[in-house]
């Protein structure tokens, strides 16, 4: 199996641009899950979906994060307009079942200049 | 707001010795707990996770949960150069909406 796919890997933009980051789940796995790393604040969950479905968003920033999953095999995180804050590496994660034993893609790594 | 705490380090330990990462959470209606790894520049992994309080064992890993205490720890027997990482606790946090938050990590030394 290829594991958690991102992309891209890095990106770099300019404040004001929209970014839009991409995640393919592991085949048969149900639950997928959006986390944000920094420095400063550590690893937040973000969002995360069952049977494609948002289950809980509480974590998203604020409302220029916007996700979704219009398939099994498919999710995107959009940030528009993005600011410097938004800053951080971006992880993916899928799990069968629910909480255990998620697996973590590669993450994208953003900087908005 | 659900708080991990950590100690960020860095914790160096000798090749060989016993590796003892800690970690504190505020809220006692948590029920999961778990010890990710994460190599630097890497994403994280899973090594353990524990449900109950005590010990629970795998390979070189024990991780404890004194739920009473509000703490979890993870003990890294016979620790080996490979396992310079930091160590991520989550807690998982089942009243209302599920939501899993992270500690901000120890880094880990194992020096040669």
């Known amino acids: 199996d290829a594991g958690v796919i991102q992309s891209p890997r890095h990106e770099v933009t300019e404040m004001g641009q929209e970014v839009t980051l991409r995640c393919k789940p592991i085949?048969?796995?149900?639950?997928l899950f959006w986390y944000r790393q920094t420095m400063m604040r550590g690893l937040e969950l973000l969002i995360y979906f069952n049977n494609n479905v948002p289950i809980d968003d509480s974590g998203m920033p604020e409302d220029r994060f916007s996700a979704k999953m219009p398939n099994a095999s498919f999710s995107t995180l959009k940030i528009q307009p993005s600011e410097p804050r938004d800053s951080a590496v971006y992880f993916c994660?899928?799990?069968?079942?629910?909480?255990?034993?998620?697996?973590f893609g590669p993450g994208t790594r953003l900087l908005v200049l | 707001q659900k708080e991990v705490e950590q100690n960020s380090g860095p914790l160096s330990v000798p090749e060989g010795a016993i590796a003892s990462l800690n970690c504190t959470y505020s809220?006692?209606?948590?029920?999961?707990f778990f010890w990710y790894r994460q190599y630097s520049g890497k994403s994280p992994e899973l090594i353990m996770s524990?449900?109950?309080?005590g010990d629970k064992e795998d390979g070189r890993f024990t991780a404890q949960l004194n739920k009473a205490s509000q703490y979890v720890s993870l003990l890294i027997r016979d620790s080996q150069p490979s396992d310079s990482a930091t160590y991520l606790c989550?807690?998982?946090?089942?009243?209302?909406?599920?939501?899993?938050?992270f500690g901000t990590g120890t880094r880990l030394t194992v020096i040669p």
């Open positions: 989550a807690v998982l946090y089942q009243t209302g909406a599920n939501n899993l938050f």
């Open positions: 809220d006692r209606g948590s029920q999961s």
């Open positions: 994660a899928s799990s069968r079942g629910g909480w255990e034993t998620q697996y």
């Open positions: 524990i449900y109950s309080n």
């Open positions: 085949s048969g796995h149900d639950y």
